[in-house]
């Protein structure tokens, strides 16, 4: 039909094969929805490896997001890609440490959902860390869901749970996009209706103005600090990753918090918020959504990983506002690169599903260059804030920007302020 495409994943360097699988805990809105990628020990039997897009809902979750025709175009994506796999093992057995593997919590984008920063956080978790992706559930992922326990009179003989999907949430006409998405992390109680109107819940939080994405990132740390102390954490997905594996492994004084734009975003506040997390790293970051009087605020280290086309004047000024406050936060910039770059978008051979995006999926820096120096930039700076015991310390010109297809802070054009 000639639509048939694939996503070619960089090639794992670290040292460890990669195992992933996801968790669900609790029930309702007020749950975690997340995916982890660790270290894993190789398989007696081939591996099961995960689908890229783990259900259709997502490719036309993607479609609505972009605002295309939700049933087309969610086929035409499901086509291109629903049959792609990611190189790992699929709920793949933990390969245990005594001293436990760092932990990085990954926030995803606007309009984006767990597994679309997949090259990232499995060369994270060749390279030894655990990495764990919340799909956030305030409207801002392509969609996501949740288990509820359903009405005793409507439960079928061996199924007390019922699936509800909540759709990305767009700015209506006559709205002002600040509130919009200022809320989504700002909010005491979100509001989740279906696309008819139909109101799905309230999110409410009990203890005064509390983040939401961040309140949600703070969860899954709560969730896996209490898994490695040996707590029982039930994960209700049917055939769900066994959480009791990881007891005493994650190295719980050794904590990141990353993101990509509203993700990158998510992650300055999350490190704001919560003191264990020990450093952030910003990937393009969307600064709209931050209110003014949050700068002053503001913790570091921070280490902003532009790419050269997104940023503006003003959203690189407020970057500088925070490496002005925190000596050890810096900014660089991948020339070459676009806001998609960072995503796993950038390796879909073929150039169509470019064209259902308003931009490219990527820029004219090859995305396997421009993914190899972000990931040892990245490497290098946690290396230096975690205290860990690794050779990424060769890379620490990257972090000062001094580097191929690497510039320190903004383009010349984006630097006055």
Not at 23 to 29: F, I, Y
Not at 182 to 206: A, D, S, W
Not at 315 to 321: A, E, F, G
């Amino acid at each position: 039909m000639g639509v048939n495409q694939s996503v070619r994943f960089p090639p794992l360097t670290g040292p460890h094969l990669v195992g992933c699988g996801d968790v669900m805990e609790g029930h309702g809105l007020q749950g975690s929805f997340f995916r982890l990628f660790y270290p894993c020990l190789e398989a007696e039997e081939t591996p099961e490896q995960p689908l890229w897009i783990p259900r259709y809902e997502y490719c036309t979750g993607l479609a609505s997001y972009l605002q295309h025709n939700k049933r087309w175009v969610g086929l035409l994506f499901n086509l291109a890609v629903g049959s792609c796999r990611l190189p790992v093992s699929w709920n793949g057995p933990f390969k245990t440490k005594d001293s436990g593997y760092p932990l990085i919590i990954f926030s995803h984008g606007l309009g984006a959902f767990r597994t679309v920063y997949s090259a990232f956080c499995m060369e994270l978790a060749s390279r030894g860390f655990v990495v764990a992706v919340p799909e956030h559930r305030d409207g801002s992922a392509a969609t996501t869901c949740f288990y509820k326990e359903a009405p005793e009179d409507k439960q079928p003989a061996d199924e007390s749970l019922q699936e509800e999907w909540i759709p990305y949430r767009q700015v209506a006409e006559g709205e002002k996009e600040f509130y919009v998405r200022n809320c989504q992390v700002t909010e005491t109680q979100l509001k989740l209706v279906r696309p008819k109107g139909e109101l799905i819940g309230l999110c409410k939080q009990t203890a005064g103005k509390v983040h939401q994405r961040v309140n949600e990132c703070k969860q899954v740390l709560r969730i896996l600090q209490e898994v490695t102390a040996g707590k029982t954490v039930l994960n209700i997905l049917p055939g769900g990753l066994d959480l009791m594996t990881f007891k005493g492994s994650i190295d719980t004084s050794r904590m990141a918090i990353m993101g990509h734009s509203f993700g990158g975003a998510t992650a300055i506040l999350a490190l704001a918020k919560e003191t264990q997390f020990r450093c952030a790293v910003a990937l393009d970051a969307w600064m709209f959504p931050l209110e003014r009087d949050f700068y002053q605020k503001a913790r570091g280290p921070v280490f902003f990983i532009n790419a050269e086309k997104f940023q503006t004047v003003e959203s690189v000024s407020l970057m500088k506002r925070i490496c002005a406050r925190h000596n050890q936060s810096s900014i660089i910039t991948v020339l070459g690169s676009i806001h998609q770059s960072q995503t796993d978008f950038a390796f879909a051979a073929g150039h169509w599903i470019g064209k259902l995006f308003s931009s490219q999926t990527c820029g004219n820096l090859d995305p396997y260059e421009g993914q190899e120096v972000a990931v040892r930039a990245m490497l290098a700076f946690l290396q230096k804030h975690l205290d860990l015991k690794e050779d990424y310390d060769q890379w620490n010109n990257l972090i000062e920007g001094i580097g191929p297809s690497l510039i320190p802070g903004a383009p010349h054009h984006l630097s006055s302020l």
